[in-house]
T-cell receptor, first 117, second 108 residues
Framework: DADVTQTPRNRITKTGKRIMLECSQT?????MYWYRQDPGLGLRLIYY???????NKGEISDGYSVSRQAQAKFSLSLESAIPNQTALYFC????????????????FGDGTRLSIL | GQNIDQPTEMTATEGAIVQINCTYQ??????LFWYQQHAGEAPTFLSY????GLEEKGRFSSFLSRSKGYSYLLLKELQMKDSASYLC?????????FGAGTTVTVRA
């Protein structure tokens, strides 16, 4: 079983629709992240959360919102989808960093391929 | 983003060595990660450098020079399964910023 599970894996929808992408994890990590990946642009951070009561905007948060329902669940919503939000979306998790010692790697889900027509 | 530059594509022969370079903005830098991503799959963690020098993990090694804002990932004894995209990611302000990735194609 995957440690970081994203649903759905694929979604095709129309412009203007509201869409929710869900992410759940069994790793017990406090930190969770949403990225989108576009060809030639790499992964870009949309939102991140360091615990249930903490939500932060990333590099490209406009047009998106998130909800951290529990330590294990972090969902991403597109309130009114537009075609340029067509992309591959990844959820990731990590342990808190250890100050002065190390930064913890992020662990990614298998992605949601979203197409907006 | 964050001025992270790496080559777009590289091609090498099975059994050979390939070095993927990455340059990044040095201000606020706290560490450098490398990830591997096969087509259509999730990125997976390969290596992490925070101090200058070489970190070796089997066939893969990663090097960092903090003063130069430079890292490289070295893949030795290339295998066909190493054909993938390799992502350089800079850690700063509790977040990762990724380069666009280098697609490595291994030929028989």
């Amino acid at each position: 079983d995957a440690d970081v599970t994203q649903t759905p894996r694929n979604r095709i929808t129309k412009t203007g629709k509201r869409i929710m992408l869900e992410c759940s994890q069994t790793k017990g990590h406090d930190r969770m992240y949403w990225y989108r990946q576009d060809p030639g642009l790499g992964l870009r951070l949309i939102y991140y959360s360091f615990d249930v009561k903490d939500i932060n905007k990333g590099e490209i948060s406009d047009g998106y919102s998130v909800s951290r329902q529990a330590q294990a669940k972090f969902s991403l919503s597109l309130e009114s989808a537009i075609p340029n939000q067509t992309a591959l979306y990844f959820c990731a998790t990590s342990d808190p960093d250890i100050p002065g010692v190390s930064n913890q790697p992020q662990h990614f889900g298998d992605g949601t391929r979203l197409s907006i027509l | 983003g964050q001025n992270i530059d790496q080559p777009t594509e590289m091609t090498a022969t099975e059994g050979a060595i390939v070095q993927i370079n990455c340059t990044y903005q040095t201000s606020g830098f706290n560490g450098l990660f490398w990830y591997q991503q096969h087509a259509g799959e999730a990125p997976t963690f390969l290596s992490y450098n925070v101090l200058d020098g070489l970190e070796e993990k089997g066939r893969f090694s990663s090097f960092l020079s903090r003063s130069k804002g430079y890292s490289y990932l070295l893949l030795k004894e290339l295998q066909m399964k190493d054909s993938a995209s390799y992502l350089c990611a800079r850690f700063s302000d509790y977040k990762l910023s990724f380069g666009a990735g280098t697609t490595v194609t291994v030929r028989a």
